[in-house]
C-alpha cells in the first residue's frame, strides 16, 4: 500500500494531523484514488494523463493493424467508428 498521506494520518495520527488535506491542492484528502485526480500533478507527471496517452496510442496502433491487415472477410466500412467508439476507450474516471 503506497503511503498516501490519509494512510500515514491512520497509522500514526500522534504525527500526520488527521484534518490535514492534500499537500499539492489543499482541497481533498490524499487517498489512493485522489493521486489519479489531482489537478496540481505536473501534467507529464499524473498518472491519469499518462495512462490515458498510452491508452490512446494503444488503441491508433490497433485501429491501424485492423485496417492494414488484409483478411478473407473485409471489414464493415463503419469499423473504424465503432471501434474507436467502444466503452473500453473511455479514459476518464467515473
Ligand atoms: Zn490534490
Known sequence: MLPTLTTLQRRKPHLYNPDWLCPQCNSSP????????CFYILPEFSPL?????????????Y????????????LPDSFAV?????????????
Open 63 to 74: 485501429l491501424d493493424k485492423f485496417l492494414s491487415a488484409s483478411s478473407l472477410i473485409p
Open 82 to 94: 465503432e471501434f474507436t467508439a467502444l466503452r473500453c476507450w473511455d479514459c476518464d474516471p467515473p
Open 30 to 37: 490524499e487517498t489512493l484514488d485522489h493521486l489519479w485526480t
Open 49 to 61: 494523463n499518462t495512462f490515458k496517452t498510452l491508452l490512446l496510442a494503444l488503441r491508433s496502433n
